[in-house]
């Protein structure tokens, strides 16, 4: 089966395009987000490195077993640099509990690379989650007058 083509676009289209498919566990169109290279890697949270095409679609498609991710990404960092981008965020995941709805969030690093089919994830690293929202350190530097 061929996989869905993506837009040129940007790598923040990508990733748009990567979270709507988690959403709706679209399995063609997640896939379709990633680079065509065997050294793609995927870290769940407190999962195991998977590397390569065939192993990172055996993991989404056991995890779309239960149903959609509805991981929303929030706090995006940008690193652009050339043909590369990486992508820091703050993904608040709907979970559902005992007591309805819930919200765990998941600290994630997103690696875009721009290929000849534009740009696509090739790394991509979620920390566990957690039920409290991430706080986020930064140092300023003082102002020298």
Known sequence: MRKPK?????????EAAF???????DIDRL????????????????????????AIRATFDAMFANGA???HPEKVRR???????VHSVVER???MGDDGPQHAWVVATNVYAKTA???????HHASPGSRTEPIEIMTAQPVLH
Request: aromatic residues 4%.
């Open 6 to 14: 993506l837009p040129p676009g940007t790598a923040d289209d990508t």
């Open 19 to 25: 979270y709507d498919a988690l959403q709706h566990a």
């Open 31 to 54: 896939m379709a987000c990633w680079a065509d290279d065997d050294e793609i890697v995927c870290v769940q949270p407190g999962g195991p490195r998977v590397v390569g095409h065939a």
């Open 69 to 71: 991710v509805l991981a």
């Open 79 to 85: 690193l652009d640099a050339g043909h590369s981008s």
């Open 93 to 95: 995941v709907e979970i």
């Open 117 to 123: 089919q534009g740009w696509r994830l090739i790394a």
